[in-house]
Each structure stands twice: as C-alpha cells, then as structure tokens.
C-alpha cells in the first residue's frame, strides 16, 4: 500500500506558547495515494501523551473493504489538491472508523499575530482558498483543533487555543463552509508533536489542524456503491 508521508514544515522564529512563528512556507504533501486507511495514521490523532482521541464520529459498524477503499480514493484526490495550499502541510490519517481521513496543519504563526487569536489577511485568504477547495466534498465533516507550547499557565493556553480554533471555524464558515459540518476545540498544550523542552520542539507545536472525515452519507454511498 502506497502511503502519503507528512513532511515536517517547521518555523525557526522562537516566541512564547501564545506566540507567533515565521510567516513564510508552502504547501506540502509526498508520496502516492493510498485508496484505503493508512495504517500508521492513526498515531497523527494521538498526542504524546495519550490523550489525544480519534478524529471523526464513529458510526457504529464496521465498515468493508470495499467502502473504505472508494473512500480512500476520493480522499487521496482531495488531499492532493489540498496539497497546493500556501502554508499548509497535508497528510492522510486515519478516522475513527478506520477510515482514511485528511490532516491539514498551519502552523499558528502563519494564522495570528502574537498573542492573538484574530486572522490575519493573508491567513483568510489561505482559509478561503481551503473552503473553495472543500466545495466540491459536501459530505464530510470538518475537526478544527487549536494547540500550544507548554510556556504560560494551562487556563492561557487552553483559552488561546481554543479561541483560535473558534476563529478559524468562524471564518470557514463565513466563506462558504456549514457550521453544522464543523467542530472547533482547544487542545492547550495536551498534545505536543515535538519536544518542549526545546524552542524548535515549541514552534512545532504551535498549530491549528483541520482533519477532514467522511460522514455518514459519504460512508452510505461508498457502501451503495455511488460514491464517485
């Protein structure tokens, strides 16, 4: 099975866990696709320290082979166009269904100002290009996570967090994306990708992600067949 591989777009200007990193990058996204789950996935959910959960509402059933391959296939395509964001690194995971899901991350420096949790202007055009890109993928929902270093006190971060994941949910909703289709959480610093006992560890974790999963009508038709 062919795997897409998360390629690491990590920001060099160091500041505080409410802080702001460099405003440069380019989307990215390696590999072939993988028409199913990738197995290894399932790890991008999980924060170092266990208590991440998996991303997507879970249905129930198991679902077949056959399903989560059309599945697969439908987010490879996606996730190879979302791949052309400015900023943005993209990745496929794993949903907690066992299907294949799409993990977009900007890091938060790119997104806000220091300390703030208000968009800037290059970062709504980057939301938009992202809701415009989503148009065409109506059945599927839409986990907005905000994260932080571990600099500042746990109230602090989880309300920066969590505001700007409301922000970012606030503006995808504005430009065109449902607001029953998303979800928006603050993580604080519960869930570090990196090291923070060092200041490249703590620029990594600085980020929003957005995971993209197949919802139940999405999941329907695959099963029927008719998911195209």
Known sequence: MKKFVLIALCAMMILPGCG???KTGSGSLIGGGAGAAVGAGLGALIGKDGKGAAIGAAIGTAVGAGTGALIGKKMDKKAAELAALENAQVETVEDANGLEAIKVTFDSGILFDFNKST???????DLKDFADKMADLPDTDITILGHTDNIGTAAANEKVSQNRADAVAKYLKSVGIA????????RSFNEPVADNSTEAGRAQNRRVEIYITANEN???????????
Do not use: C, Q
């Open 179 to 186: 607001g029953t289709r998303m979800t928006a959480e603050g």
């Open 20 to 22: 702001t990193m460099t």
């Open 119 to 125: 968009l800037s202007a290059a970062s709504k055009k």
């Open 218 to 228: 999405m999941i329907k038709a695959a099963e029927a067949g008719e998911l195209k």
